[in-house]
């Protein structure tokens, strides 16, 4: 055979590298193989395919849903891929932000499944299936509102701004609703998390639910976040497999954890006659990161075991009493033998500006003779609110007159803290014998 030279003929040479180029393009060294799906259709909720995809290179992949307007709804994005068969579950729904946690029912219709390749050269290739996704009833999985209020809180025990209430509304039921908190760093502190039971029937008050609110007193995993700025993410899933997400700021400042200590406890002398007195001493410290409040009646205040720290009136309201348990309030207590009420003699940390007493000519008399209504006397009343810092001691004194028929009595102490309870109980039982 003999090839001649010349414009449009081919020389040995030429002919050589043609054919080359010719098998390369023909040849199954593409970036994927084939495309395929388990199944024509999918109904969100009741069921899953699987798309199967080859990669033969190296490649970074992204999968999309394209509807017949030509619409794209983003599944995967941006995975690196090393050479190998791979398979993704889709069950009806697909990621309208892949940097989001959100994920929405596909629209029922017809689909186009892209697989998308790139490798590192920067070469690109495109495979492709089609995907029949059946509707889905009731409305979708949405965030109707989301408040934290208030936004700024102190979570230290004072009772101002102790927490903040997180409500949230949502389009249909969820089956699970998480809710955490992020820093300015990102990490994130889990706060609560609802799940449905996987089957069984629900009750009434059954969690989550489509609307609910949850009380956060500034903690994760049982300790005071550090004071800054915050974002609070409601994260709710339905059974179709949709994920809704919302978020607020919250700021907490002044945060930390309130403590008490009862250092000691001295009650003098240990031995009195039937309406004698005795005299107690209480030495506190803050042991805790945080200031706290304290309220009377103040330190010197004398007591009867026939009464109890409510005994004063307001001034301001006679019909009632000057000093009651509030929240966020710190004293000491004392409780003796034979009381009526926990603690009837209390105490606050530190003066409040108030003065209150015994009437002279009621103080003395017993019990049944007492007229109950004038015992009590308010010489002064400013109704102050002191603080005791961290760091800082308190010696609390008072006396007791003892009423009691009982020949040995028991006093002990303890630390009310308002709203919760007594942290400190049955402190330095001492016993005190009455002659009578």
Known sequence: MKLASGRGVLFPGALAIALVLLVGACSPGGLLGQVTVSAETVTPG??????????????????????????????????????????????????????????????RGEYTVLVRARAPDGTTEERQARLRVAGVTGAELAFEELTVTPDTFSPNGDADRDETIIFYSLTRRPTRVDIFATDARGTSYLLVSWTRPAS????????????????????????????????????????????????????????????????DFQVKPTTVSLGGTVNVTLRVKNTGSVPVKTLGPPPGTPYRTDMTFNCWVNPADPGSPLYYERSGIWRVGVMWTGAGLQYPARWGLLPDGTKVGLDPAERLKPPQEVDYRRLCAVEQWRGETPILQPGQEAVITGTIQINLRIREVTFWAGIEQGGVGFPVDQFKPQVIRVNY
């Open 46 to 107: 009741a069921g899953s395919v699987l798309i199967t995809y080859e990669v033969r290179r190296p490649a970074v992949v992204t999968i999309v849903f394209r509807d017949g307007s030509g619409r794209e709804y983003p599944f995967r994005a941006g995975q690196e891929r090393a050479p190998g068969t791979y398979q993704a579950q889709f069950t009806g729904t697909y990621s309208p932000d892949p940097e989001t946690r959100e994920r929405r029912v596909l629209p």
């Open 200 to 263: 069984g029937t629900l009750a009434p008050d059954q969690r989550p639910r489509q609307r609910d609110s949850y009380v956060w007193d500034g903690t994760a995993a049982g300790r005071v976040l550090p004071d800054g700025k915050y974002v609070v993410h409601v994260v709710a899933q339905d059974e179709v497999g949709a994920v809704a997400e919302a978020t607020r700021p919250v700021t907490i400042e002044n945060g930390g954890i309130p403590q008490l200590e009862l250092v």
